[in-house]
Antibody, heavy 119, light 109 residues
Framework: QITLKESGPTLVKPTQTLTLTCTFS??????????VGWIRQPPGKALEWLAL???????RYRPSLRTRLTITKDTSKNQVVLTMTNVDSVDTATYYC???????????WGQGTMVTVSS | EIVLTQSPGTLSLSPGERATLSCRAS???????LAWYQQKPGQAPRLLIY???NRATGIPDRFSGSGSGTDFTLTISRLEPEDFAVYYC??????????FGQGTRVEIK
C-alpha cells in the first residue's frame, strides 16, 4: 500500500523560510519513472503545481516561484523536502505531496497540511 | 507554460443526469498527457483519468475521458450522489512545468 504524509509548521511568519517534509512508503524513489511532487491549494482556490523531483534527481519548479523553492530527496529515509523562502500571506494554503509515475500523473496523494503565513 | 481553461465554472445537474466537462489547453498537450481529478471538501484530489482516456485503478466506468491535442472532455454518464464535487484537469506533458485548470464544480440542481 502506497502512502504519503506531509509534515511541517502550521504557522509561519512573513519573510521566514517554510520547510515541508513528505514521508512516503510503499514505493521507492530510486525506481525508474518515479517522482514526487508538491502541489498547493489556497483556501477556496484551485490547485497549483509547485515542484517535482524525479528518481534520477532531476528537479523541476513552477517558473514564477523558481527562485524561492528548493526540492530535495532522501531515498534512505523515503522523504522529499520542499523549502520555500521569504514567505508571504499569499503562500497560505494546503500543501500536498503526491506520487507521480511517468505517464500516470499524480496517482496517490497525501492528506495535505495547512500552512498559514501570518505575523 | 501551458494554460488550461475549464468550462463551465459550475454545472448544476440532478442525480442520474449526464455531465460533460471541458478542458482546453493553450497549446497541444504532448503525448495527450492530460489527467482529471475529483476533489471533495476537506479531501485531497483523487485521480480519475490519466493519458486523456485511461481510468485510474478503482474508478467506476461511468467516468470517461476523451480528446487530444488541445481539447479534452470528462464525461460522467449518470451522476451518482457521491459525484457532486469539484473536478480539475491537469497537463503533465514531457517537460514540466505541469499545470492545472481552475476547476469545474458539479453541484446538485
Amino acid at each position: 500500500q502506497i502512502t504519503l504524509k506531509e509534515s511541517g509548521p502550521t504557522l509561519v511568519k512573513p519573510t521566514q523560510t517554510l520547510t515541508l517534509t513528505c514521508t512516503f512508503s510503499g514505493f521507492s524513489l530510486t525506481t525508474s519513472g518515479m517522482s514526487v511532487g508538491w502541489i498547493r491549494q489556497p483556501p477556496g482556490k484551485a490547485l497549483e503545481w509547485l515542484a517535482l523531483v524525479y528518481w534520477d534527481d532531476d528537479k523541476r519548479y513552477r517558473p514564477s516561484l523558481r527562485t524561492r523553492l528548493t526540492i530535495t530527496k532522501d531515498t534512505s529515509k523515503n522523504q522529499v523536502v520542499l523549502t520555500m523562502t521569504n514567505v508571504d500571506s499569499v503562500d497560505t494554503a494546503t500543501y500536498y505531496c503526491a506520487q507521480g509515475r511517468l505517464g500516470f500523473a499524480f496517482d496517490i496523494w497525501g492528506q495535505g497540511t495547512m500552512v498559514t503565513v501570518s505575523s | 507554460e501551458i494554460v488550461l481553461t475549464q468550462s463551465p465554472g459550475t454545472l448544476s445537474l440532478s442525480p442520474g443526469e449526464r455531465a460533460t466537462l471541458s478542458c482546453r489547453a493553450s497549446q497541444s498537450v504532448s503525448s495527450n498527457y492530460l489527467a482529471w481529478y475529483q476533489q471533495k471538501p476537506g479531501q485531497a484530489p483523487r485521480l480519475l483519468i490519466y493519458g486523456a482516456s485511461n481510468r485510474a485503478t478503482g474508478i467506476p466506468d461511468r467516468f470517461s475521458g476523451s480528446g487530444s491535442g488541445t481539447d479534452f472532455t470528462l464525461t460522467i454518464s449518470r451522476l451518482e450522489p457521491e459525484d457532486f464535487a469539484v473536478y480539475y484537469c491537469q497537463q503533465y506533458g514531457s517537460s514540466p512545468p505541469w499545470t492545472f485548470g481552475q476547476g469545474t464544480r458539479v453541484e446538485i440542481k
